[in-house]
């Protein structure tokens, strides 16, 4: 996500970080620079030149403070603009005080809507809400049959009618969430190819008679641009109340995120990083900028953590390490967890610097998988106790694994450096110097 927004951005502010003040021509200079960037990430192009100019005047106006070079006062100018420009605040979605909430979710076919709305679900799910899904969307074959079965892997109960017109059940799922003690109402329309006449006056008539606390726009962020200008389009009719990012985990440059909220004045409320259920989460001006700027995301990365890791589990890890303990028996266990987490590289992204760690911060999930094929293939003694695993042992745990001596001689070298660098931090030796020395 942002991967070559970031690295772009990052190499047009690099020649300012050795500035040893700040004047009108190398500022111009960069922020000329900046502008290309974000004029090929494909940013509106008013938006863009809007963004550059204010950055160019606060840029002038201020004062270097003595702990902080031009590099890195230009920079905190820059975040707090692109905060600014993605709605400065985390925005909720309106929820009634009188049950059921309608949700009505709105987008183009093929923007990721059915999808979304089993993922907002379940986000409402594990938040204690109890959420019903209804299938509005009467024309797209298997559309219906796509929401039932979200519906089953997320224990979710889906209202359907394959007679009715789409009116008809937004209209009697409401009743029938009120009959089911339903909470709230996730109405999932159709879409089209194009914004269509048609189909706007259908959900016209949806919003003008079930009359939802909240209207979600969806849109396909890999469409750059295009999403922008369908976004306008449909909030012109339906006036809706924020905005859904999906496919963020793509090759999406970016330029949605930063150009949507500025052209339609609705705010981005979430942004979709996956397939999975749980690959759904709440949008963060301040957190995105950071990662689009290579400064990370650990707030999020801390978040993800909280969910996904079990606290009993983490503690008795922690006292292994401290004694030394840790055996790949312990490692297996904790790249299953982090698998729960997503993405690896998403992961990784959220590390402050990770952008330009080069190789670091593209990692081959593929690779992990021969990993757990390695330590799967090994004897449950073998993996309390590795340094029993010699040269015959080796042979029968790469033809268990598929993989090859050497690739079984290279996990159990990386696996004794590990051990050896954990040894050494609960000793107290200095662990940036550690680090340093390791990855030289």
Same mark, same amino acid.
């Given at each position: 996500?942002?991967?070559?927004?970031?690295?772009?951005?990052?190499?047009?502010?690099?020649?300012?970080?050795?500035?040893?003040?700040?004047?009108?021509?190398?500022?111009?200079?960069?922020?000329?620079?900046?502008?290309?960037?974000?004029?090929?990430?494909?940013?509106?192009?008013?938006?863009?030149?809007?963004?550059?100019?204010?950055?160019?005047?606060?840029?002038?106006?201020?004062?270097?403070?003595?702990?902080?070079?031009?590099?890195?006062?230009?920079?905190?100018?820059?975040?707090?603009?692109?905060?600014?420009?993605?709605?400065?605040?985390?925005?909720?979605?309106?929820?009634?005080?009188?049950?059921?909430?309608?949700?009505?979710?709105?987008?183009?076919?093929?923007?990721?809507?059915?999808?979304?709305?089993?993922?907002?679900?379940?986000?409402?799910?594990?938040?204690?809400?109890?959420?019903?899904?209804?299938?509005?969307?009467?024309?797209?074959?298997?559309?219906?049959?796509?929401?039932?079965?979200?519906?089953?892997?997320?224990?979710?109960?889906?209202?359907?009618?394959?007679?009715?017109?789409?009116?008809?059940?937004?209209?009697?799922?409401?009743?029938?969430?009120?009959?089911?003690?339903?909470?709230?109402?996730?109405?999932?329309?159709?879409?089209?190819?194009?914004?269509?006449?048609?189909?706007?006056?259908?959900?016209?008539?949806?919003?003008?008679?079930?009359?939802?606390?909240?209207?979600?726009?969806?849109?396909?962020?890999?469409?750059?641009?295009?999403?922008?200008?369908?976004?306008?389009?449909?909030?012109?009719?339906?006036?809706?109340?924020?905005?859904?990012?999906?496919?963020?985990? @793509?090759?999406? &440059?970016?330029?949605? %995120?930063?150009?949507?909220?500025?052209? *339609? +004045?609705?705010?981005? #409320?979430?942004?979709?990083?996956?397939?999975?259920?749980?690959?759904?989460?709440?949008?963060?001006?301040?957190?995105?900028?950071?990662?689009?700027?290579?400064?990370?995301?650990?707030?999020?990365?801390?978040?993800?953590?909280?969910?996904?890791?079990?606290?009993?589990?983490?503690?008795?890890?922690?006292?292994?390490?401290?004694?030394?303990?840790?055996?790949?028996?312990?490692?297996?266990?904790?790249?299953?967890?982090?698998?729960?987490?997503?993405?690896?590289?998403?992961?990784?992204?959220?590390?402050?610097?990770?952008?330009?760690?080069?190789?670091?911060?593209?990692?081959?999930?593929?690779?992990?998988?021969?990993?757990?094929?390695?330590?799967?293939?090994?004897?449950?003694?073998?993996?309390?106790?590795?340094?029993?695993?010699? @040269?015959?042992? &080796?042979?029968?745990? %790469?033809?268990?694994?598929?993989?090859? *001596? +050497?690739?079984?001689? #290279?996990?159990?070298?990386?696996?004794?450096?590990?051990?050896?660098?954990?040894?050494?931090?609960?000793?107290?030796?200095?662990?940036?110097?550690?680090?340093?020395?390791?990855?030289?």
């Amino acid at each position: 996500m942002f991967e070559t927004l970031t690295q772009k951005l990052d190499a047009a502010l690099k020649r300012l970080r050795g500035q040893g003040r700040i004047s009108e021509a190398n500022i111009a200079e960069s922020l000329r620079e900046v502008r290309r960037v974000l004029l090929e990430a494909d940013v509106n192009f008013k938006v863009a030149k809007d963004f550059i100019g204010t950055v160019q005047q606060k840029s002038l106006g201020q004062e270097v403070v003595s702990s902080l070079s031009p590099g890195q006062l230009i920079i905190k100018i820059i975040h707090d603009e692109l905060v600014t420009l993605m709605g400065s605040a985390k925005a909720d979605v309106t929820f009634s005080s009188a049950p059921p909430s309608v949700i009505l979710i709105a987008g183009l076919q093929g923007s990721g809507k059915t999808t979304f709305s089993a993922k907002f679900a379940h986000l409402l799910k594990n938040k204690g809400r109890s959420p019903l899904l209804v299938a509005a969307d009467v024309y797209r074959p298997a559309a219906i049959d796509q929401l039932e079965m979200l519906g089953k892997q997320i224990n979710v109960p889906v209202f359907v009618s394959r007679t009715d017109s789409a009116l008809t059940i937004a209209e009697n799922s409401i009743d029938h969430a009120r009959k089911n003690a339903r909470d709230t109402v996730i109405i999932d329309t159709a879409g089209r190819l194009h914004v269509d006449e048609e189909m706007m006056r259908e959900i016209e008539n949806i919003k003008a008679s079930v009359r939802p606390h909240e209207i979600l726009f969806v849109v396909d962020a890999m469409t750059g641009q295009d999403a922008v200008n369908t976004a306008k389009a449909f909030h012109d009719r339906l006036n809706f109340d924020g905005v859904v990012l999906t496919k963020l985990d @793509g090759d999406a &440059r970016g330029g949605a %995120a930063l150009s949507i909220r500025s052209v *339609v +004045q609705a705010p981005i #409320k979430f942004v979709g990083t996956g397939e999975k259920m749980d690959a759904l989460e709440p949008f963060y001006p301040d957190r995105m900028a950071s990662r689009i700027l290579g400064m990370g995301d650990i707030v999020t990365l801390v978040e993800k953590a909280q969910e996904t890791f079990d606290k009993e589990k983490a503690q008795k890890l922690e006292q292994k390490i401290r004694k030394a303990q840790f055996t790949l028996e312990d490692f297996y266990d904790q790249l299953q967890e982090v698998k729960k987490m997503g993405s690896l590289n998403q992961m990784i992204a959220m590390i402050p610097g990770a952008s330009r760690l080069g190789n670091v911060s593209d990692v081959d999930e593929k690779d992990l998988k021969y990993v757990e094929a390695i330590i799967q293939s090994m004897t449950i003694e073998e993996r309390q106790r590795p340094n029993i695993i010699n @040269g015959s042992r &080796r042979k029968r745990i %790469a033809t268990g694994s598929g993989t090859s *001596v +050497q690739e079984v001689n #290279k996990l159990l070298k990386q696996f004794f450096d590990m051990q050896k660098m954990m040894k050494n931090f609960t000793k107290g030796k200095n662990f940036n110097r550690m680090l340093a020395q390791r990855f030289k």
